[in-house]
């Protein structure tokens, strides 16, 4: 009975686990980022950048939801199949591979925004996306090929909480830079009453 309460405390807490804490932890604060996004794009004097600022926190909301219902592991199987199936190593989470795919767009759609925008705003916006990506893909696929080596276990679990650390790391310090940013920005609020 102890082994099964410790091993439900285990899987509440385990940081790669669905629908549990640290699950919710995750998809709250990718959803505050993108509020936080959203705020920046209402304040932005430069027409051109609010759509940028949009396009962003939908995006950033969308992973939340991702996060929460871990939608990309859907993936897995049919990129699996269309890549041959059998030992793919460092794909073998191969989620990653439309990931991949993907992540040039958004960098190239991103790219003349964030160089438009403070040195130190987005200095910390690459930073944040490199500790994000950094465990989100990166780990991912060292993750992926422990596993196809050895299998699950102590050494992956330590990898894809290592993993899910990165990503949350670079998801609050998004939020911190974001925030920054927003405190730059002149806005005034008006208050009357009515006699």
Do not use: Q
Not at 18 to 23: F, G, I, L, T
Not at 130 to 137: D, N, P, T
């Amino acid at each position: 009975w102890r082994y099964g309460v410790e091993a439900g405390w285990v899987s509440a807490l385990d940081l790669d686990n669905e629908k549990n804490a640290p699950a919710l932890y995750s998809g709250l604060i990718l959803a505050l980022s993108a509020a936080v996004a959203w705020l920046n794009g209402r304040v932005e004097a430069v027409p051109a950048f609010v759509a940028r600022w949009r396009v962003l926190a939908l995006g950033l909301l969308f992973m939340a939801f991702d996060e929460v219902f871990h939608l990309h592991e859907r993936l897995i199987g049919p990129v699996r199949t269309i890549l041959g199936g059998g030992d793919l190593g460092y794909f073998t989470f191969a989620w990653v591979v439309p990931a991949l795919v993907v992540l040039p767009i958004i960098v190239l759609y991103l790219a003349g925004f964030l160089l438009r925008l403070p040195a130190d705003t987005a200095r910390g916006f690459v930073l944040a996306g490199g500790l994000y990506l950094g465990g989100a893909i990166a780990l991912e696929m060292v993750g992926g090929r422990y596993f196809s080596e050895h299998g699950s276990g102590l050494g992956l679990s330590m990898i894809a909480n290592t993993e899910e650390s990165f990503e949350m790391l670079g998801v609050c310090y998004f939020i911190f830079v974001a925030l920054r940013h927003l405190g730059r920005a002149r806005i005034t609020f008006r208050v009357s009453f009515a006699s």
